[in-house]
């Protein structure tokens, strides 16, 4: 597991090729994701061709799988492990963690309390 503050200085460190890679819905992808991660069916991760796109990656390239919460980049995880894939991580918390960790600003996204009238 890696911890959205230590995603986000590997994000930050041009030495290490980092690529978050996100399986969650593409409606859930849309309203929000990090910055240059790419979206991913989890159907689609048991492909072998896929994975070899990751294992043919230079050796300094680490692999941090995102969901909402862990139960779908742990499915990810273990199908891409199982193939030979390397440096792999999954996001502690998921996108629910990073955004308790990185809020949005209220100019992009604000929470409305609405209240029925009476």
């Given at each position: ?34 910055r ?12 072998q ?39 792999l ?30």
């Open positions: 597991y890696i911890h959205p503050g230590e995603l986000q200085e590997l994000l930050l460190n041009r030495t290490i090729y980092t690529r978050v890679i996100d399986v969650r819905s593409e409606q859930d992808f849309n309203l929000f994701h990090i240059d991660s790419f979206r991913v069916d989890l159907s689609d991760i048991s492909d061709k896929f994975a070899e796109s990751l294992i043919s990656r230079a050796s300094n390239s680490v692999y941090v799988l995102v969901s909402n919460e862990e139960t779908d980049s742990t499915i990810a995880w273990k199908l891409l492990r199982a193939q030979g894939v390397l440096n991580y999954i996001l502690e918390g998921g996108m629910n963690n990073w955004l308790e960790n990185f809020p949005l600003p209220e100019s992009v996204a604000k929470k409305e309390n609405f209240q029925k009238e009476e």
